[in-house]
Structures are given as structure tokens and as C-alpha cells.
């Protein structure tokens, strides 16, 4: 058993994830591991708009949550869970409500208790899935389209944030760079497959902080660049021409950033070891760098548990079992910082 270290009891954990543009559920074994899951993208939904718009995911989750909750629970071959997980946040508080509500509700009906799970330490937890989980300390490297940070991880809750971005986060950066140059949203994938047909040293774009003090990040700079470059394309009737060595000149500048900032961050601390999640997490260009200029280990979760997804709730939830109440509030934060959340059954 991979957790024998940290979950004292023996419990089949359901988690439900719903603070964004996915409906995610699953059960997690504390004895036999992860035994079901299932996710529910809304990305056909949003796309049309070109990000996500709250009203219309949370009534997405709401009709969605039930039917994926029965599914995953025929999967994993019981018929109801021992404690139940939930993200309560950070996120969009429409869609933190309804996970929260629907986690409530069934508390109730099976008698079960209840744990709020943050979303972000979900992520950071979520290579604790994989045949070969990372001890701790380690480096975790948090990238998302909402999240870019770097935190000094020491145990159980134990985090200290080391270094965040003062604009946008890496995943919006990526977002914003797809629309500039007419590609499909969400831009992280669009950009990574059209990079592969340009050269990524066609621009010199600017790798924003890389040589400053510190360890925070800036996005806006890059993103800045690249507008200027799309609009000189455009006037010169190049863009058509250009777009795959621009989409590889911005995914290297991005990279070299995330790379240099986390392998900073690993020397400062004195660590060998670095976990990187969240969606970029799945970028291959990202392993690839941080595979070859790393001596220590890295770990990921794989590409399915690197977007939002309930596996990570769950295992975060079964970790936090000692937090687990019965259902008296749904908790629901839109921002809720993760090195406030201390270490689990201290309040």
C-alpha cells in the first residue's frame, strides 16, 4: 500500500472537482488505489466564446455531476463511499457551489463525512497517483491557466510559495497567444501542435524575470512581444506564413522561463527533486527541458491528471481524511491561498 505512511484507515474516498470548465469524479482506495474515474469536459461549450463563461459551466456541472457520480461508482464496484471529497476552492463560485452542494446532499444521505480539498493542492498532489510517487521534500511547480507558482513542499501541507506571477498565469498566456494568432481555445494544445511544424528560434522573444532577483513570473511582456509580432505579420501579409514560427518561438520563451525559475527555485532550497502539474504540466517541450537540465528527479502525474480532474480531489480528500466533518456548510472560496492550508487535523 503506497500510503501506509500517512492514511491510518483503511476507506474508498469519492472526489468531485468542479471549480472550472470540468466535471471530474472518482473513488479512491486507501488500500488499493485509484479504482474509477471519470471526467466530463466543457471545452465545446466555451470555446465559442473564447474562455470560460461561469454561468454556463455551472449549469453544465449541475447536469452532468449526478449521471458521472453513478457511472464511477458502478466502476469501482461499491455502492457507496466512506468519506466524500470536494473542491471548495479557489475557483469560480458558481461551480465550486454545485460540487459542494451535490458533496453535501450526499453526506447526508450515506452518512459519510466530508472533506474540502483545495484545488491547488490537489494538483500538487496528484503524481501521489503514479506507480511511483515522490517523497517529500520536494520543488512542485503549479501551472495552469489560472495558477503559476513555485512552492517549497515539506510534507503533508507544509507549503511555503516561493514565487507566483504578477500578471497573468502561464496557461492565459498561452490562451491569449492561440487567439492572436487564430488558433482554437484552450491555446495550450493549439499552440503545442502547431510549434511542432515552425522554429522556435524564427523570434527572440523576451523570457520575462528570468534574470531577476527572486522567483516570480511575468507573462505580460511575452504576451506583448508576440502581439507586436502577429501585427507586423499581418501588415507585411506574412502571418499565414509565420504563425508556426511564432507559436514555437512563444512555447520556447515560456518553457525557458517555467524551467529556469523552477531549477532556481531547486538550488535555493537545497532540493533535488521537482514536481511539475497542473495543465502545462502535460506541454511535452516542459518535460522535455526540465528532464534535460535537472540532475534530480522529476515527477508528473500523467496527462490525463494534469487538467483538472476528481482522481487528484480524491487522493487529496483520502490524505485529508483527519480534516472530514459532517455536512454542516458547503465551504466555496474564490481565492483561497495554498500555504494557508497547514498540515491536516491542525486547524
Not at 287 to 316: K, L, S, W
Request: hydrophobic share 45%; aromatic share 6%; charged share 20%.
Amino acid at each position: 500500500m503506497l500510503y501506509s505512511g500517512t492514511i491510518r484507515c483503511l476507506m474508498n474516498v469519492l472526489g468531485i472537482e468542479t471549480s472550472c470548465d470540468e466535471t471530474g469524479v472518482a473513488v479512491f482506495s486507501t488500500e488499493r488505489g485509484l479504482l474509477a474515474h471519470a471526467l466530463h469536459s466543457q471545452i465545446d461549450l466555451h470555446a465559442v466564446y473564447g474562455g470560460v463563461v461561469p454561468e454556463i459551466a455551472s449549469r453544465d456541472h449541475l447536469r452532468r455531476l449526478l449521471p458521472l457520480v453513478q457511472r464511477v461508482l458502478a466502476e469501482s464496484g461499491i455502492e457507496r463511499p466512506d468519506a466524500l471529497a470536494y473542491t471548495a476552492g479557489p475557483g469560480l463560485v458558481g461551480a465550486l457551489m454545485v460540487g459542494g452542494g451535490m458533496a453535501a446532499g450526499l453526506s447526508i444521505a450515506w452518512g459519510c463525512p466530508l472533506v474540502p480539498v483545495h484545488h491547488m493542492e490537489g494538483h500538487l498532489l496528484a503524481p501521489m497517483l503514479e506507480d511511483e510517487p515522490p517523497e517529500y521534500p520536494f520543488i512542485a511547480l503549479l501551472v495552469s491557466g489560472g495558477h503559476t507558482m513555485l512552492i517549497s513542499v515539506r510534507g503533508l501541507g507544509q507549503y511555503e510559495l516561493l514565487g507566483t506571477t504578477r500578471d497573468d498565469a502561464v496557461g492565459e498566456a498561452f490562451d491569449k497567444t492561440a487567439k492572436l494568432l487564430g488558433l482554437t481555445y484552450p491555446g495550450g494544445p493549439a499552440i503545442a501542435a502547431l510549434a511542432e511544424e515552425g522554429d522556435e528560434n524564427a523570434y527572440h522573444f523576451p523570457r520575462p524575470m528570468l534574470n531577476r532577483p527572486g522567483l516570480d513570473f511575468s507573462f505580460s511582456g511575452l504576451k506583448t512581444a508576440v502581439m507586436i509580432a502577429v501585427r507586423a505579420a499581418e501588415a507585411a501579409g506574412e502571418l499565414a506564413a509565420r504563425r508556426a514560427d511564432l507559436a514555437a518561438s512563444f512555447q520556447r520563451a515560456a518553457i525557458d522561463t517555467l524551467v529556469g525559475r523552477a531549477l532556481k527555485a531547486a538550488k535555493r532550497e537545497q532540493l533535488d527533486r521537482i514536481v511539475v502539474a497542473g495543465g502545462v504540466g502535460a506541454n511535452e517541450l516542459l518535460r522535455q527541458q526540465i528532464a534535460e537540465r535537472f540532475d534530480g528527479e522529476v515527477h508528473y502525474p500523467r496527462p490525463a491528471f494534469c487538467t483538472d480532474n476528481g482522481a487528484m480531489i480524491a487522493v487529496a480528500g483520502a490524505l485529508r481524511l483527519t480534516d472530514a466533518s459532517l455536512a454542516n456548510e458547503i465551504r466555496a472560496e474564490a481565492r483561497w491561498p495554498l500555504d494557508t492550508l497547514g498540515m491536516p487535523g491542525v486547524a
